[in-house]
């Protein structure tokens, strides 16, 4: 496509339950990164993908939060057992290279906002 | 640890005033330094990629510089669909590190 597309753009859900956020990147980037972003800050990492494995995943705050690339394009952040505190915008972002990301630097999404109540 | 630091966290100007935003950072081998556009209720746009001492981009009404521990984005006779929060983020391996923003707010 076009760009990073990001769905749904919005989330509801109650405390405990799981969600499922969907990043379809740009075709052909082999580099895709989740990121949170809190209201007033910057965004926050919290994994990256070379293709189909996770190259970093450092940034994910505990075992409640996963996500996958099965076939190195779409990729799913999962997160269990919600609680208030997930409430954040979630970002995703691709890029040509895991480097540099080309002279374009990295194509993010408009975001999942995710309310957790 | 990879750091970012913005400064200030808020500036209003009036139209046609220039001013320079301040990204001090600390990182490990910097292969980029990023500056990034953010509306509200969008993702980051990206505006430019720094990768070395002393290298600047323009863009329209915006110019970024970068020296070994801080970049500066300078904004000449800003208008106010300038107005936005402008992100920095630096690439020490092959994460970036942003730093939590400066809310730009020009004016008419």
């Known amino acids: 496509g076009a760009g990073v597309s990001q769905t749904p753009s919005n989330k509801v859900t109650e405390k405990g339950k799981y969600v499922e956020l969907r990043c379809d990147p740009i075709s052909g980037h082999t580099a895709l990164y989740w990121y949170r972003q809190s209201l007033g800050q910057g965004p926050e990492f919290l994994i990256y993908?070379?293709?189909?494995?996770?190259?970093?995943d450092s940034g994910l705050p505990n075992d409640r939060f996963f996500a996958v690339r099965p076939e190195g394009s779409v990729s799913t952040l999962k997160i269990q057992r919600t609680e208030r505190g997930d409430s954040a915008v979630y970002l995703c972002?691709?890029?040509?290279?895991?480097?540099?990301?080309?002279?374009?630097?990295?194509?993010f999404g408009s975001g999942t906002r995710l309310t957790v109540v | 640890e990879d750091q970012v630091t913005q400064s200030p966290e808020a500036l209003r100007l009036q139209e046609g005033e220039s001013s320079s935003l301040n990204c001090s950072y600390t990182v490990s081998g910097l292969r980029g330094l990023f500056w990034y556009r953010q509306d509200p209720g969008k993702g980051p746009e990206f505006l430019f990629t720094l990768y070395s001492a002393g290298e600047e981009k323009e863009k329209e009404r915006l110019k970024a510089t970068l020296t070994k521990k801080e970049s500066f984005l300078h904004i000449t006779a800003p208008k106010p669909e300038d107005s936005a929060t402008y992100l920095c983020a630096v690439q020490g391996a092959q994460k970036l590190v942003f730093g939590q923003g400066t809310r730009l707010t020009i004016n008419p």
């Open positions: 993908f070379q293709g189909t494995g996770a190259a970093d």
């Open positions: 972002a691709s890029s040509l290279t895991g480097l540099r990301g080309a002279n374009y630097g990295y194509t």
